[in-house]
């Protein structure tokens, strides 16, 4: 299957400052990408749909000037968690579909651990 | 928004043994998918069942749709302990947004 990477696999960071996570499809070209959280123990979260050259469609309840997303390549989208504070403490995950395959497969990244102390 | 339910919420079995996970959804999808996680892990696709499908195999996997009941069913058979994982089902609604609508997941132990 396709390969989705993200960068970097953790981090921690102190409150108020803020973190960039990279999320790469490394064989194949996304316009669409998207962001989901997951907290401990729970489901995965949609955050927003990442669209290339074009800006990103926020889920509800997701505040979009604290989760600047970046699209700016057809194999890469950022995620900067801007300000951040410890409840933002989560696993993100980044995810795309191939659009060489006729299947609709959404391909993962391996996630991003995000602790904010 | 979470759209799926997945019961049971947490499953223990015995190697060798089948395992079944239910997922239910509330709206019209596109197709459904099932993805494996690994405690701390990122998700692995296993197998997507469109919404024109009814039953779909993979190797140990077995998956069925019953679109008027709004409901899927992922069978793993045979279970090993390397099985052990949480399993998640995935609807992408009708549409053609792409996004995809997690269920709360089974966290699936199979014992040796």
């Known amino acids: 299957g396709a390969v989705v990477s993200q960068h970097p696999s953790w981090v921690i960071c102190k409150s108020g400052t803020s973190v960039k996570i990279e999320c790469r499809s490394l064989d194949f070209q996304a316009t669409t990408m998207f962001w989901y959280r997951q907290f401990p123990k729970q489901s995965l979260m949609l955050m927003a749909t990442s669209n290339e050259g074009s800006k990103a469609t926020y889920e509800q309840g997701v505040e979009k000037d604290k989760f600047l997303i970046n699209h700016a390549s057809l194999t890469l989208s950022t995620l900067t968690v801007t300000s951040a504070h410890p409840e933002d403490s989560s696993f993100y995950i980044c995810?795309?579909?191939?659009?060489?395959?006729?299947?609709?497969?959404?391909?993962f990244g391996p996630g991003t651990r995000l602790t904010v102390l | 928004s979470q759209q799926g339910e997945e019961d049971p919420q947490a499953l223990s079995i015995q190697e060798g043994e089948n395992a079944t996970m239910n997922c239910s959804y509330k709206?019209?999808?596109?197709?459904l998918q099932w993805y494996r996680q690994n405690s701390g892990r990122g998700l692995v696709h296993l197998i997507l069942i469109r919404s024109n499908e009814r039953e779909k195999h993979s190797g140990r996997l077995r998956v069925t749709l019953d679109t008027s009941k709004k409901s899927s069913s992922l069978l793993i058979t045979a279970s090993r302990a390397a099985d052990t994982a949480s399993y998640f089902c995935a609807t992408e609604t009708q549409g053609g947004s792409e996004k995809l609508v997690f269920g709360k997941g089974t966290k699936l132990t199979v014992n040796p």
């Open positions: 709206t019209s999808i596109n197709n």
């Open positions: 995810s795309a579909r191939d659009p060489r395959q006729s299947t609709d497969t959404q391909y």
